[in-house]
């Protein structure tokens, strides 16, 4: 009777550790396919950063050309200038609205300030890529097309009285400017140039 009491003491213990591993065994799938479900989100999100990422860091107009278009030597009225682009490694297109241009201008200005001879006076002129046109186009056309396409080129000439005739850059003599070209939730890039005085239209500005 007692060995019996025994071998069933045996074997309580032994059901007891079996429920007890199978009860960590869950416990530890349960964990692990948390883990792997944490993990797999982290991965999801990494990915999907990335792919915006690399849409925005591709999205940049590589500039060719830059010129001098037009000076208008009595104001900004018919200041114009002149850029031949593409996007070469754009992954999607682009419209052409979301890519703006701003321009700040440090003129020498001679009569604000008599007593000190010159004052550096900063101006500012703004608009968007809307009158880009492909090359067959005049650069000037707002309903010439839409979007931008990968490698394909394209030219816009640039109106500084803009905004609706209220941009205050002013093309002269002598200047130094910076020209920014921001794509909408892209990249930025600038093209910081200088006017000679003896500048006409054609000049190349990135010379």
């Known amino acids: 009777m ?4 025994k071998r069933d003491s045996c074997a309580e213990f032994a ?8 009860m960590i065994l869950l416990f530890s799938a349960l964990v ?7 993990i797999e989100q982290a991965f999801m999100e ?9 849409e925005t860091l591709n999205s940049i107009p590589y500039v060719v050309v830059f010129e001098l278009e037009e000076l208008d030597t009595t104001g900004n009225t018919n200041d114009r200038l002149y850029i031949m682009f593409k996007l ?5 297109t682009i419209l052409d609205t979301n890519i703006k241009w701003a321009m700040m201008c440090d003129i020498n200005d001679y009569s604000a300030a008599p007593q000190t001879n010159s004052q550096h006076t900063l101006e500012y002129s703004s608009g968007d890529f809307d009158a880009a046109t492909e090359l067959t186009g005049n650069a000037a056309d707002d309903a010439a097309i839409d979007e931008f396409v990968q490698g394909t080129y394209y030219h816009i000439i640039i109106q500084l009285s803009e905004p609706d005739g209220a941009g205050d850059c002013d093309l002269v003599g002598d200047m130094s400017a910076t020209l920014v070209i921001i794509v909408e939730n892209g990249r930025t890039t600038e093209l910081e140039f200088y006017v000679p005085t003896d500048a006409t239209a054609g000049y190349d500005l990135m010379s």
């Open 88 to 92: 070469p490694y754009a992954s999607n």
């Open 15 to 22: 059901l007891s550790a079996m429920i007890s591993m199978i």
């Open 46 to 54: 990494s990915r999907s950063q990335s792919v915006e990422q690399s």
């Open 32 to 38: 692990a396919g948390m883990a792997l479900m944490i």
């Open 2 to 5: 007692e060995g019996d009491f």
